[in-house]
T-cell receptor
Framework: DARVTQTPRHKVTEMGQEVTMRCQPILGHNTVFWYRQTMMQGLELLAYFRNRAPLDDSGMPKDRFSAEMPDATLATLKIQPSEPRDSAVYFC?????????????FGEGSRLTVL | AQKITQTQPGMFVQEKEAVTLDCTYDTSDQSYGLFWYKQPSSGEMIFLIYQGSYDEQNATEGRYSLNFQKARKSANLVISASQLGDSAMYFCAMREGRGYSTLTFGKGTMLLVSP
């Protein structure tokens, strides 16, 4: 059963610490997305990769966030230094481009709490 | 302007009844796709149904159907014969354009199904 795998599922850290979240997209998918979910803002796009190349990271605070795809099986999202306002659930999703519908398959999310 | 608007923060329905969750969208593209996702309390995002802008028939998937009214730019989700397990957050989302694109999500509607 193919699925997007995210680690860690839960992370509690102190302000100023580095946080790295990892995602294994579904094998064969060529698009990978990072979304952040908060009560106030809902689901916000942070970064978007196609064939491992970053296409859109306009939603990501550049001074502290970075997203990479070192290979087709791994996407990472780093926050350095973390701040309390970064507390959220971070979702990774993968999908296929045209001619497919563009449906995204989501991981279970990484719940981050920054104290 | 918001791309996706879900005006119902919460909805209540009795088991076995039908319920409609509203979604309106804003785009100038002729080609686009509309999606509904379900997020139960466990947190995962589950794809429910898809409607393409050129699809002439309303999409259906089991108990889910999408009431697509293109001129009104609405894509309401209809759940027939509600079940207790349908209690969840429901998100409407849109992909714009024919090519590779991101999904933009609405703020969601919380559905509670009572016995």
């Amino acid at each position: 059963d193919a699925r997007v795998t995210q680690t860690p599922r839960h992370k509690v850290t102190e302000m100023g610490q580095e946080v790295t979240m990892r995602c294994q997209p579904i094998l064969g998918h060529n698009t990978v997305f990072w979304y952040r979910q908060t009560m106030m803002q809902g689901l916000e796009l942070l970064a978007y990769f196609r064939n491992r190349a970053p296409l859109d990271d306009s939603g990501m605070p550049k001074d502290r966030f970075s997203a990479e795809m070192p290979d087709a099986t791994l996407a990472t999202l780093k926050i350095q230094p973390s701040e309390p306002r970064d507390s959220a659930v971070y979702f990774c999703a993968s999908g296929l481009g045209p001619p497919n519908t563009g449906e995204l398959f989501f991981g279970e999310g990484s719940r981050l709490t920054v104290l | 302007a918001q791309k996706i608007t879900q005006t119902q923060p919460g909805m209540f329905v009795q088991e076995k009844e039908a319920v409609t969750l509203d979604c309106t969208y804003d785009t100038s593209d002729q080609s686009y796709g509309l999606f509904w996702y379900k997020q139960p309390s466990s947190g995962e995002m589950i794809f429910l149904i898809y409607q393409g802008s050129y699809d002439e028939q309303n999409a259906t998937e089991g108990r889910y159907s999408l009431n697509f009214q293109k001129a009104r730019k609405s894509a309401n989700l209809v759940i027939s014969a509600s079940q207790l397990g349908d209690s969840a957050m429901y998100f409407c989302a849109m992909r714009e354009g024919r090519g590779y694109s991101t999904l933009t999500f609405g703020k969601g509607t919380m559905l509670l199904v009572s016995p």
